[in-house]
């Protein structure tokens, strides 16, 4: 009985250890894949750069909105049916209006908020993210507020680092990666529900984290370790001098910039961009928060 018992709980160890073998393997992935997107923002310009070059600035951009928008639609049509397949009706319009709103910020940002069409790609590099994060966690505040924060620091370590492409800290990509989160956490619950799980205390403690960003940002400009300076064409990009991280930002002279391809975009100035960005990711937070309780009631109905 002794030697039966040795082998079941060894048994019981073993399995505990290949999951979390298994879950410490998935995560490493998800980290690869945030490496390499975070990585190849160069490489997906210089091969844009080329395709223009190649077929002309019209046929590329007309391509890819054309490629976004029936991806788009083919994605967001499977969604809907699984959620409708569920038959509850607190569930279906919870998803519902979380995937209003998902396609309100895509209108955002496609008509105003986009300088080129390969930016679109923001939108599937964060929604592949978003959705393979929530697979494996079932947590979407965790990937929430996560990837919001990842997003961000994706766009602060590429202008640290390769301000010849990124000339200055560019608020636009935090909106667009933004909503590259929301589409895959709603993917996400859609294609699994039910299986979306949401602290509703943990909103709380997060918005203590980015208070408490908050204040190290504030203390670091008034002690002049982060300088704020308006972005000049002309004038090289200098992350770093003298130990002080500057802060460049884009303040063009109209608040609308014309497009080579035809129309206008708009470059948030930091304050705008701070002020929206908080405002998404609140209604976001609560969009979640709507959607976990649909959940559990769909499990327990």
């Known amino acids: 009985m002794l030697l039966i018992g040795y082998k079941d709980r060894c048994r019981q160890g073993t399995e505990k250890l290949r999951e979390r073998l298994k879950l410490y393997a998935s995560w490493a ?3 690869l894949v945030f490496m390499v ?7 997906v310009s210089r091969v844009y750069e080329n395709l223009i070059k190649a077929a002309g ?14 991806s788009g639609l083919f994605f ?31 209108a955002l940002c496609g008509c105003f908020l986009i300088c080129a069409r390969i930016e679109y790609i923001h939108f599937f590099q964060y929604g592949l993210l978003a959705f393979l994060a929530a697979f494996l966690s079932s947590s979407i505040h965790g990937v929430l507020w996560g990837m919001t924060l990842l997003g961000i ?13 990124t000339s200055y800290l560019d608020f636009n990509d935090f909106l667009l990666n933004f909503a590259g989160v929301m589409m895959g956490i709603l993917m996400y619950c859609s294609l699994f529900p039910g299986k979306g799980y949401y602290r509703e205390d943990f909103s709380t ?8 960003i908050a204040s190290i940002i504030f203390l670091g ?19 770093f001098v003298n130990g002080a991280f500057v802060f460049a930002y884009n303040s063009p002279s109209s608040f609308w910039i014309p497009l080579k391809g035809g129309g ?14 908080v405002l998404v990711v609140t209604v976001a937070d609560q969009i979640c928060c709507r959607i976990s309780r649909s959940c559990k009631a769909f499990l327990t109905a």
């Open 76 to 106: 967001l049509s499977l969604a809907l049916l699984k959620v409708l397949r569920t038959g509850n009706s607190h569930f279906v319009r919870s998803i519902i209006v979380g995937w209003f709103y998902a396609m309100g910020l895509f």
């Open 57 to 70: 600035r019209q046929v590329v951009e007309s391509s890819i909105t054309a490629l976004f928008i029936l």
């Open 37 to 43: 997107n975070s990585l190849a923002h160069q490489s």
């Open 153 to 165: 620091l994706d766009e602060v370590y590429n202008y640290a680092f390769y301000p010849f492409y």
């Open 221 to 239: 400009l008034a002690s002049n370790r982060i300088i704020m300076d308006v972005k000049i064409e002309s004038k090289p990009v200098t992350v």
């Open 264 to 277: 206008f975009f708009h470059i948030l100035h930091p304050v705008e961009g701070l002020i929206l960005l």
């Open 205 to 212: 403690r997060m918005y203590g984290v980015m208070f408490f």
């Open 29 to 31: 992935f998800l980290f």
